[in-house]
């Protein structure tokens, strides 16, 4: 079955440190992988997708992520964190198959980023 | 703001009540979505319409029907629902159907929610 598994409820990091919030996933087939981030009282915000080709795919807000199909990993990076980045990540994933493919998303991880 | 709107933001029901959630999406999308997000739990997908026909019923309770009147406007209509019910429910809109698997323009636009608390 497919899922993601998002092993930290919560990171913390100092502000100005590199931050990573963790993902792996296990799909059949090969994965579409996307992060959202949620912000307080606020729906999740698209961050960055991963669909074929490059690694490391950059997204919004300075945030990058690195697919490694070995590990089944996706784990989101920013070089330096800031504070306003405080807020819930989710990662997801989807089959590439043909039809119609569901999303599933992983139960959040908590970033706080401590002036 | 993300271009999806959702009434009310807060709703406070009695069991027996009928209430109806409303969401529009103002992006030209072609699909729209309802999730239910609990505390400490998986975002859970419920219902997925495309093209305002419905591609995905994740075995959800018959308390909770959906409608999709045109590809804009997604309702989500509540009756007799339980205490465990009570949770922020998201809507979301996708320009790609989730059918077409292209990955090019599936990512999803999500409202800011309605926090529903069933007394």
């Known amino acids: 079955a497919q899922s993601v598994a998002q092993p930290e409820d919560q990171v913390n990091v100092a502000e100005g440190n590199p931050l990573t919030v963790k993902c792996t996933y296990s799909?059949?087939?090969?994965?579409?992988l996307f992060w959202y981030v949620q912000y307080p009282n606020r729906g999740l915000q698209f961050l960055l997708k991963?669909?074929?080709?490059?690694?490391l795919v950059k997204g919004s807000y300075g945030f990058e992520a690195e697919f490694n199909k070995s590990q089944t990993s996706f784990h989101l990076k920013k070089p330096s964190a800031l504070v306003s980045d405080s807020a819930l990540y989710f990662c997801a994933v989807r089959d590439q198959g043909r039809g119609y493919q569901k999303v599933t998303f992983g139960i959040g991880t908590k970033l706080q980023v401590i002036p | 703001e993300t271009g999806v709107t959702q009434t009310p933001r807060h709703l406070v029901m009695g069991m027996t009540n009928k209430k109806s959630l409303k969401c529009e999406q103002h992006l030209g999308h072609n699909a729209m979505y309802w999730y239910k997000q609990s505390a400490k739990k998986p975002l859970e997908l419920m219902f997925v319409?495309?093209?305002?026909?419905?591609?995905e019923n994740n075995s959800v309770p018959s308390r909770f029907s959906p409608e999709c009147p045109n590809s804009s406007h997604l309702f989500l209509h509540l009756h007799t629902l339980q205490p465990e019910d009570s949770a922020l429910y998201l809507c979301?809109?996708?320009?790609?159907?989730?059918?077409?698997?292209?990955?090019?323009?599936?990512?999803?636009?999500f409202g800011p929610g309605t926090r529903l608390t069933v007394l």
């Open positions: 991963y669909i074929t080709g490059d690694n």
């Open positions: 319409y495309s093209l305002e026909e419905r591609v």
């Open positions: 799909v059949s087939g090969n994965p579409y």
């Open positions: 979301a809109s996708s320009q790609e159907p989730p059918f077409r698997g292209t990955g090019v323009s599936d990512e999803q636009f």
